[in-house]
């Protein structure tokens, strides 16, 4: 089993930053692909970014690329979402995952282990 928990989130004007943070415990991530994941209220969850198991890959949604960067730390089992350039569509609760095939996906259906959220709200 693998527990993952959020942190990071906040409010934040329009054009800020906010670091989310995933810290496991449990067991160790470095075979695991992470991804990042949000949900705004009404909408489905959507992907945001992945990252493979040696961080060697990452992938982005459309809508964030070029603004956030996941990255991780194996050695601390530890996952970060970096936000800059925030927009009040960024609005929604964050969840991190985490993926048996080291690889990871853009599907949350393939991932087997689940952060409760963090909320992140962008004021404009």
């Known amino acids: 089993q693998v527990q993952l928990v959020e942190s990071g989130g906040g409010l934040v004007q329009a054009g800020g930053s906010l670091r989310l943070s995933c810290a496991a415990s449990g067991r160790t991530l470095r075979s695991y692909g992470m991804g990042w994941f949000r949900q705004a209220p009404g909408k489905e969850r959507e992907f945001v970014a992945v990252i493979s198991w040696s961080g060697g890959n990452t992938y982005y949604a459309d809508s964030v690329k070029g603004r956030f960067t996941i990255s991780r730390d194996n050695a601390k089992n530890m996952v970060y979402l970096q936000m800059n350039s925030l927009k009040p569509e960024d609005t929604a609760v964050y969840y991190c995952?985490?993926?048996?095939?080291?690889?990871?996906?853009?599907?949350?259906?393939?991932?087997?282990?689940w952060g409760q959220g963090t909320q992140v709200t962008v004021s404009s």
């Open positions: 995952a985490a993926d048996l095939r080291a690889v990871g996906s853009r599907y949350p259906s393939t991932y087997e282990y």
